[in-house]
């Protein structure tokens, strides 16, 4: 049997994030697996965060002279070399030992953000002092205040330089992978950000999944004061994670937020929401250059890239295909897969006829 995270040496290297997912899932056990890419329900929110992608088609310009693009971009007052982060998934070292130590020091690599979620299995401290490169914080809001104070406390004395305020899970999505395995945490894992009785709420199944009864510690009246109480504590910007409409977005920023990142849990919250590409147009046009907007789901192609960003997003958020490259490989996959998808950008700048990111633009598309 193969350890995780090992892939046998005649298996070549994936050449695309979906050969990737393959490798990664012969390594993985099940259970594991369907944590990782399963979504809500029917799943059919998952299966659209991809769909949204494929009805676009671009228009390209010839004769451009396009060549060497410029990849970098700026995000809250910080260079990064390509409009990619990572994002916060949770539990990292379930796919393999290196976990998000491996993932932090493979985006500093690559002068990307590295994400560290609430759920990590490694402590944001720990995390911090592995890596140099940019990091953000994302946020759960706990029913106890001091928790959730206790964590922006931490994060900001640790050099996190954002936080992220995930608003769309006040309760858990019905996630039915998780309750056919009856999902848990190994017992040899904790969610190393929490203390006590909460850090091993994820290794005791009862009646469906581990993590529902985590959830249950989340604060389930989440509102708009919890917002504006976040951006008054914090001496760091607060991005706001998860919604999909422009009013939601206008008003997060009005309050205090720096910026909002689309996206629906990558479909793993509310089945049937709507695509975040779908959702983006919508909030670029509400929010205008009074914040950041990203966008989180569905991204597996330098392509689908180039088209979030000319539909107005800054830059995207990459989540499962980290989790693949992981497991594939630790530190070294993720290296790698940024190095692919860097590829990948690159080469379809080029034949799109644009040589920076602000030459993005929705004229390069259309809608099939």
């Known amino acids: 049997m193969l350890a ?6 005649t298996t070549a290297p994936a050449v695309n994030l979906a050969e990737l997912e393959a490798q990664a899932r012969s390594v ?5 697996y369907d944590y990782f890419a399963g979504g809500a329900e029917d799943e059919a929110a998952l299966e659209g965060n991809r769909d ?4 676009w088609r671009f228009r390209f310009h010839v004769l451009a ?3 060497g693009p410029d990849l970098s971009t700026d995000l809250l007052g910080q260079s990064v070399a390509m409009p990619v982060l990572l994002a916060p998934t949770a539990t990292q070292r379930l796919a393999h030992p290196e976990g998000e130590l491996g993932a932090a020091r493979a985006a500093a690599a690559a002068g990307v953000v590295y994400c560290l979620s609430t759920l990590a299995t490694t402590s944001l401290e720990d995390v911090a002092a592995s890596s140099r490169g940019p990091r953000w914080f994302q946020l759960y809001m706990y029913q106890d205040r001091g928790i959730t104070e206790d964590l922006v406390d931490r994060a900001m004395a640790a050099g996190y330089s954002a936080i992220l305020l995930t608003v769309d899970a006040a309760v858990l999505g019905r996630r039915e992978r998780d309750f056919r395995n009856a999902w848990t945490l190994p017992p040899e894992l904790s969610y190393a950000n929490l203390t006590g009785s909460l850090a091993k709420t994820a290794n005791v199944a009862t009646g469906s999944s581990a993590l529902n009864q985590y959830f249950h510690q989340l604060e389930t009246r989440l509102a708009w004061k919890d917002l504006e109480w976040l951006v008054g504590k914090s001496r760091v910007p607060v991005l706001v994670k998860g919604l999909v409409r422009g009013d939601d977005a206008r008003r997060a920023v009005a309050q205090g937020a720096r910026g909002v990142i689309v996206g629906n849990h990558g479909g793993r919250q509310l089945d049937y929401s709507i695509a975040a590409l779908d959702a983006l147009p919508e909030v670029v046009e509400a929010v205008g250059s009074d914040g950041l907007v990203l966008m989180d789901g569905g991204v597996r192609r330098g392509t689908d890239v180039l088209k979030a960003l000319a539909l107005g997003a800054r830059s995207v958020l990459i989540g499962r295909p980290l989790l693949w490259a992981l497991a594939v490989a630790g530190e070294a996959g993720v290296r790698r897969m940024l190095d692919q998808l860097r590829e990948e950008i690159a080469t379809s700048m080029i ?4 040589s920076t990111l602000d030459q993005l633009t929705p ?3 259309v809608r099939i």
């Open 363 to 365: 004229d390069l598309l």
């Open 52 to 55: 949204a992608f494929r009805k």
């Open 65 to 67: 002279g396009a060549q």
């Open 4 to 9: 995780m995270g090992t892939v046998p040496t």
């Open 28 to 32: 993985l056990s099940q259970a594991t």
């Open 351 to 354: 034949l799109l006829g644009v």
